[in-house]
């Protein structure tokens, strides 16, 4: 590459977006434009409800929250092991990791919890021992079929993803690290994991965006989310426009949360050799 071409491709302060070319006249005018669509919405349209109904879309947003981190915790856990024994495991383990994630994957989520919840969860009532045990407050319940069918959605999405971002680590410094002595457990704690976290960390921000989009399902069986409370005002309201605009609005917002701590964490990682 000649001086010439990297001085064409080398970026300068001038080249950085100011204040003046951002607000070009079409910007301008998209920027009046949603304005003016938001004004018209709050002016408009019927929010007379929405007092009535704030303590329920509160906690209706509690449980997606607390659906959404719970489950991507704990499949970011399972997906760990996933994607480590497609890299390093004997060929039966593979065989077996590879198989889950290719069924999970490829049968939809709504699927996949009503057979737990309909399928798994109507047979345990027919069992004495389980109706006795100390399982069964919960069993009876509809959140844990919740929580374990997107846990194991995002388990089998990101194992994948986790697969190739072990693989993806370079070799060398694994081996420099088995150089210094390092034992397996030590290795795996101190260079590989974190290096594979650091490269997965984009898509895992797109995977956990999409598990939150997930999180309406669960209202298909009694769980009481956000998604489930604006059902209900639909419902006693009579109202179709403002609770989906709201829920909309709900769920871009928590989009944009997420997505600005991923970014947060994304910049705080060291990114040298990457």
């Not at 009579?238 to 970014?263: D, K, Q």
Request: aromatic fraction near 14%; charged fraction near 15%; include cysteine.
């Amino acid at each position: 590459m000649t001086d010439e071409t990297t001085h064409a491709l080398a970026f300068t302060p001038e080249d950085l977006p100011n204040g003046k070319s951002f607000l070009k006249p079409h910007r301008i005018a998209l920027i009046l434009i949603a304005v003016a669509v938001i004004v018209a919405v709050a002016v408009l349209m019927r929010w007379d409800w929405l007092p009535r109904y704030l303590p329920r879309l509160g906690w209706g947003i509690l449980v997606s929250m607390v659906m959404l981190f719970s489950t991507s915790i704990l499949g970011f856990l399972f997906a760990v092991p996933l994607g480590l024994v497609q890299v390093t495991g004997p060929w039966y383990l593979k065989g077996l990791a590879r198989i889950f994630c290719t069924i999970i994957r490829g049968t939809p989520l709504l699927l996949q919890l009503w057979l737990l919840y309909y399928g798994l969860g109507s047979l345990f009532p027919q069992f004495p021992a389980i109706r006795q045990s100390f399982l069964w407050p919960y069993l009876r319940e509809a959140w844990p079929y919740g929580v374990a069918a997107l846990t194991i959605s995002f388990a089998a999405y990101e194992g994948e993803v986790m697969r190739g971002a072990f693989a993806g680590v370079p070799a060398g410094e694994l081996e420099a690290a088995r150089a210094y002595g390092m034992s397996r457990w030590t290795m795996f704690r101190r260079i590989w994991l974190p290096r594979a976290i650091h490269r997965a960390l984009p898509t895992l921000n797109g995977e956990t965006v999409l598990q939150l989009k997930s999180t309406p399902l669960v209202a298909t069986i009694p769980v009481v989310d956000v998604y489930a409370v604006i059902s209900k005002v639909r419902q006693e309201t009579f109202l179709t426009y403002e609770p989906l605009l709201l829920l909309a609005l709900i769920y871009m917002c928590l989009t944009g949360i997420l997505v600005v701590a991923f970014r947060y964490f994304e910049n705080r990682i060291p990114t040298r050799g990457a």
